[in-house]
């Protein structure tokens, strides 16, 4: 079975694909996107991404994001597995973002209007 590189960009990159119109894909579940999620990332969890994934277009970049860039890295393998072909993980998740300063959003949200 062959395995699928995946790309992966840091913050820096990251938030400058998204400034040009790039996805952001938060694969977070519910409770950890409502404690803090960087502004403008689309919450699609991990739990409910194989039932959901095809809700994300195809002929736009997207930035597939976690915690920590594990789970996100799966999504982001699965995806091109699928035929998308603009697909990065942001490596290090929401945790390098905020290490590097970046805006995170920390209002509180009830995970079950998410």
Same mark, same amino acid.
């Given at each position: 079975?062959?395995?699928?590189?995946?790309?992966?960009?840091?913050?820096? @990159?990251?938030? $400058?694909?998204?400034?040009? &119109? !790039?996805? *952001? =894909?938060?694969?977070? %579940?519910?409770? @950890?996107?409502? $404690?803090?999620?960087?502004? &403008? !990332?689309? *919450? =699609?969890?991990?739990? %409910?991404?194989?039932?959901?994934?095809?809700?994300?277009?195809?002929?736009?970049?997207?930035?597939?994001?976690?915690?920590?860039?594990?789970?996100?890295?799966?999504?982001?393998?699965?995806?091109?597995?699928?035929?998308?072909?603009?697909?990065?993980?942001?490596?290090?998740?929401?945790?390098?973002?905020?290490?590097?300063?970046?805006?995170?959003?920390?209002?509180?949200?009830?995970?079950?209007?998410?």
């Amino acid at each position: 079975m062959n395995e699928v590189q995946v790309p992966e960009v840091g913050p820096q @990159e990251a938030q $400058e694909m998204i400034a040009r &119109g !790039a996805l *952001l =894909i938060d694969v977070r %579940e519910r409770n @950890e996107f409502a $404690e803090a999620r960087i502004p &403008g !990332a689309r *919450l =699609i969890p991990l739990s %409910e991404f194989m039932t959901r994934f095809t809700e994300i277009p195809q002929d736009v970049p997207v930035v597939m994001q976690c915690r920590s860039g594990r789970r996100s890295a799966q999504t982001t393998a699965f995806l091109l597995a699928q035929g998308y072909r603009e697909v990065v993980n942001l490596g290090g998740g929401i945790l390098a973002w905020n290490q590097q300063g970046l805006p995170v959003d920390t209002t509180p949200k009830d995970p079950s209007t998410l």
